[in-house]
């Protein structure tokens, strides 16, 4: 990707006056010039544009500094999932930009999923001036406010209300609020739009430290049980689980952490000794709703580090900057207790089962991939088989389908010599297609579609299946059959955004399939791998995977 791709587009207005392509322009619109212009000397260096009228003058005006790479999609959910993506491993915000009306509120989703995950992300939306809302004009809700709920903060930038220094104070505060989640800055432009002049430059606004909060001190007694929750982090780099955290553990495959059992559904099915006295977690909530029911009213509930959820009513709170050095501490004297399962082998055979294709996923992926897991039933076997890959994420924040492919796409624009796999099932790749419909081409990422004919994770569920309703109404119909178009839809889908197709339905043409994944370099444009699995071999290699029981003589760690 060339600066914003400005050496192979004309300037827009006839001439190729290096001045235009080298920072010394800008949107004739203060609010739209100070955002640009600060959020880039903060640090902000990358922004997602939704195409639109309204808000041209946030595109003339980022388009024009130099230091942020812009990347456009049509798609404004997948916009701001994409920013959300490039925020992921850096930490650093990154901007995504609409136009007006619903085209803002469907930054709604990724605003959410970035909230419960605290990645910092800036959502800017173009407005028309507050005399206009509600008096019939098209494109026009009300977006002042329209986040609230998500986000760290939230104001609108008005430039006939707000003089340059308010304006570039209010910028200010966003971009440190966006260090803890995501920002909205609701920006409302009159006609003309287009309008631009000669870039000036000023100091940044002086800015006052945040207070750091005082930790709460909730210490472990020696002869305390104690089960420690590493849940999921955004997209860190994997490390062992160090043995000086001698507790008991179940270490998310979204945590970061590894070498101890991940699936807490399957520690709860081998459970026999009465629940711990003390449950510490760190990072996010866990997956299972069999382990959140189970925790009983005596056992307290410690989380350690950033951020804090209270699913059990009782948290105590301890703020600290490296929890796994603070869970050493604790467990100083203490008898080794983590927690291994061994693997349980689940092999391709002719009859596909959707936990053989993600674990041959997991062992073929190069170990300096990426690998973001689509949410549903990808996400709950991605806890049970082996990831050699260094960074394993799902979005686990509001844990929806919607933005997996598109925040993998994110990433993929950030780092584009890196790998960047998603492994998603048919309705979600589907239901997020247009996060491969950008500019410029994610070339780096290989999508494996796990299709086992619709939403898979309804028949793990007591009740869709006995309401005789379960294909039509919960699985959304059998995304295989004749009748929805089938193989043939998620073909042309892939098709539909540039990308090469292959489709497998059997253990040889995985393995064929994944080879092509991965052949060639990181430049060779989207691929597709659709594999066709079966429901009940599927349901066969669940219940192997979680009824695998601790290997006394061989440990093999997950």
């Given at each position: 990707?060339?600066?914003n791709?400005?050496?192979?587009?004309?300037?827009?207005?006839?001439?190729?006056?290096?001045?235009?392509?080298?920072?010394?322009?800008?949107?004739e619109?203060?609010?739209?010039?100070?955002?640009?212009?600060?959020?880039?000397?903060?640090?902000?260096?990358?922004?997602?544009?939704?195409?639109?009228?309204?808000?041209?003058?946030?595109?003339?005006?980022?388009?024009?500094?130099?230091?942020?790479?812009?990347?456009?999609?049509?798609?404004?959910?997948?916009?701001a999932?994409?920013?959300?993506?490039?925020?992921?491993?850096?930490r650093?915000?990154?901007?995504?930009?609409?136009?007006?009306?619903?085209?803002?509120?469907n930054?709604?989703?990724?605003?959410?999923?970035?909230?419960?995950?605290?990645?910092?992300?800036?959502?800017l939306?173009?407005?028309?001036?507050?005399?206009?809302?509600?008096?019939?004009?098209?494109?026009?809700?009300?977006?002042?406010?329209?986040?609230?709920?998500?986000?760290?903060?939230?104001?609108?930038?008005?430039?006939?209300?707000?003089?340059?220094?308010?304006?570039?104070?209010?910028?200010?505060e966003?971009?440190?609020?966006?260090?803890?989640?995501?920002?909205?800055?609701?920006?409302?432009?009159?006609?003309?739009?287009?309008?631009?002049?000669e870039?000036?430059?000023?100091?940044?606004?002086?800015?006052?430290p945040?207070?750091?909060?005082?930790?709460?001190?909730?210490?472990i007694?020696?002869?305390?049980?104690?089960?420690?929750?590493?849940?999921?982090?955004?997209?860190?780099?994997?490390?062992?689980?160090?043995?000086?955290?001698?507790?008991?553990?179940?270490?998310?495959?979204?945590?970061?952490?590894?070498?101890?059992?991940?699936?807490?559904?399957?520690?709860?099915?081998?459970?026999?000794?009465?629940f711990?006295?003390?449950?510490?977690?760190?990072?996010g909530p866990?997956?299972?709703?069999?382990?959140?029911?189970?925790?009983?009213?005596?056992?307290?509930?410690?989380?350690?580090?950033?951020?804090?959820?209270d699913?059990w009513?009782?948290?105590?709170?301890?703020q600290?900057?490296?929890?796994?050095?603070?869970?050493?501490?604790?467990?100083?004297?203490?008898?080794?207790?983590?927690?291994?399962?061994?693997?349980?082998?689940?092999?391709?055979?002719?009859?596909?089962?959707?936990?053989?294709?993600?674990?041959?996923?997991?062992?073929?992926?190069?170990?300096?991939?990426?690998?973001?897991?689509?949410?549903s039933?990808?996400?709950?076997?991605?806890?049970?088989?082996?990831?050699?890959?260094?960074?394993?994420?799902?979005?686990?924040?509001?844990?929806?389908?919607?933005?997996?492919?598109?925040?993998?796409?994110?990433e993929?624009?950030?780092?584009?010599?890196?790998?960047?796999?998603?492994?998603?099932?048919?309705?979600?790749?589907?239901?997020?297609?247009?996060?491969?419909?950008?500019?410029?081409?994610?070339?780096?990422?290989?999508?494996?579609?796990?299709?086992?004919?619709?939403?898979?994770?309804?028949?793990?569920?007591?009740?869709?299946?006995?309401?005789?309703?379960?294909?039509?109404?919960?699985?959304?119909?059998?995304c295989?059959?004749?009748?929805?178009?089938?193989?043939?839809?998620?073909?042309?889908?892939?098709?539909?955004?540039?990308?090469?197709?292959?489709?497998?339905?059997?253990?040889?043409?995985?393995?064929?399939?994944?080879?092509?994944?991965f052949?060639?370099?990181?430049?060779?444009?989207?691929?597709?791998?659709?594999?066709?699995?079966?429901?009940?071999?599927?349901?066969?290699?669940?219940?192997?995977?979680?009824?695998?029981?601790?290997?006394?003589?061989?440990?093999?760690?997950?």
């Open positions: 990707m060339g600066r791709g400005s050496e192979d587009r004309e300037h827009p207005f006839g001439t190729a006056d290096l001045k235009y392509l080298c920072g010394m322009w800008t949107s619109h203060a609010a739209a010039r100070w955002l640009a212009a600060d959020l880039a000397a903060m640090g902000l260096r990358y922004a997602v544009i939704a195409p639109g009228s309204r808000n041209a003058p946030l595109v003339l005006a980022f388009h024009h500094q130099p230091q942020i790479e812009l990347a456009v999609a049509v798609d404004e959910r997948a916009a999932h994409i920013a959300l993506g490039m925020a992921l491993r850096t650093v915000p990154a901007a995504a930009i609409s136009t007006s009306g619903t085209a803002a509120v930054f709604g989703p990724a605003l959410a999923e970035a909230f419960y995950q605290g990645v910092p992300l800036i959502a939306t173009a407005d028309r001036p507050a005399a206009a809302i509600d008096r019939g004009h098209g494109q026009t809700v009300r977006q002042s406010g329209l986040f609230t709920a998500h986000t760290r903060y939230e104001t609108t930038l008005d430039a006939d209300l707000l003089d340059e220094s308010a304006l570039r104070a209010r910028i200010a966003a971009w440190r609020a966006a260090a803890d989640g995501p920002v909205h800055l609701n920006v409302p432009f009159d006609e003309p739009l287009y309008g631009i002049t870039a000036t430059t000023a100091p940044l606004p002086a800015t006052q945040s207070a750091s909060a005082s930790p709460r001190i909730a210490p007694a020696p002869t305390d049980r104690v089960l420690v929750l590493l849940g999921p982090a955004p997209h860190t780099e994997r490390r062992r689980v160090p043995e000086s955290c001698a507790f008991e553990v179940i270490a998310d495959a979204f945590s970061g952490w590894y070498g101890v059992e991940a699936s807490a559904d399957r520690w709860m099915r081998h459970r026999t000794e009465p711990p006295d003390v449950v510490v977690t760190v990072g866990p997956m299972s709703k069999a382990l959140r029911n189970a925790v009983p009213d005596r056992t307290r509930h410690v989380h350690v580090g950033a951020g804090s959820w699913v009513g009782r948290l105590e709170h301890v600290v900057e490296d929890p796994m050095a603070w869970l050493a501490a604790m467990a100083v004297g203490r008898p080794e207790r983590g927690q291994a399962m061994p693997l349980a082998e689940v092999p391709l055979q002719d009859a596909l089962s959707d936990a053989a294709v993600i674990a041959a996923v997991g062992q073929t992926a190069p170990e300096s991939a990426s690998v973001h897991i689509a949410n039933t990808a996400a709950r076997y991605a806890q049970l088989v082996p990831w050699r890959a260094r960074r394993v994420h799902a979005n686990r924040g509001v844990a929806g389908i919607d933005g997996c492919t598109s925040t993998a796409v994110g993929a624009l950030a780092h584009p010599d890196e790998w960047v796999v998603v492994v998603t099932g048919d309705l979600a790749f589907l239901y997020d297609l247009n996060g491969l419909w950008v500019d410029p081409e994610p070339r780096n990422v290989r999508v494996v579609v796990v299709d086992n004919g619709g939403g898979g994770i309804f028949r793990w569920l007591k009740g869709p299946k006995e309401s005789g309703l379960l294909t039509r109404y919960f699985e959304g119909g059998d295989r059959s004749e009748a929805s178009g089938g193989r043939r839809s998620l073909e042309a889908a892939a098709a539909s955004v540039g990308a090469a197709c292959q489709t497998a339905r059997s253990a040889e043409g995985v393995r064929a399939g994944l080879d092509w994944l052949a060639g370099g990181t430049r060779d444009g989207v691929k597709v791998l659709v594999v066709e699995t079966d429901g009940e071999a599927s349901d066969l290699a669940y219940q192997r995977l979680m009824n695998a029981r601790p290997n006394q003589n061989e440990t093999r760690w997950l």
